[in-house]
């Protein structure tokens, strides 16, 4: 069974920095890609970055603020997330894929207040 844990989430004030953590369990198959969605209050879920052999891709929200790297023998997908602002408020999601699959992780808070 494949199970996605996220951790690193939490409260942070305006302009701080958070590094959110992701690893993927269990598939007999490789994950091609792999990336972080966020859905803040009221809001719809949406894309913030992904990760794939052919390269990144960021929300332009996020561009120059958030890096998503991994590691590919722990099967982990990171997300840096620096001078981060109130409206980055979200509970953020990691999602992984293999050729015939898409899996989601329950999901972290990051709260950006002071």
């Known amino acids: 069974q494949v199970q996605l844990v996220e951790s690193g989430g939490g409260l942070v004030q305006p302009g701080g920095s958070l590094r959110l953590s992701c690893a993927a369990s269990g598939s007999r198959f490789s994950f091609i890609n792999m990336g972080w969605y966020r859905q803040g209050p009221g809001k719809e879920r949406e894309l913030a970055a992904t990760?794939?052999?052919?390269?990144?891709n960021y929300a332009d929200s996020v561009k120059g603020r958030f890096t998503i790297s991994r590691d590919n023998a722990k099967n982990t997908v990171y997300l840096q997330m620096n001078s981060l602002k109130p409206e980055d408020t979200a509970v953020y999601y990691c999602r992984a894929r293999t050729m015939t699959n898409t899996y989601w992780g329950q999901g972290t808070q990051v709260t950006v207040s002071s």
């Open positions: 990760i794939s052999g052919g390269g990144t």
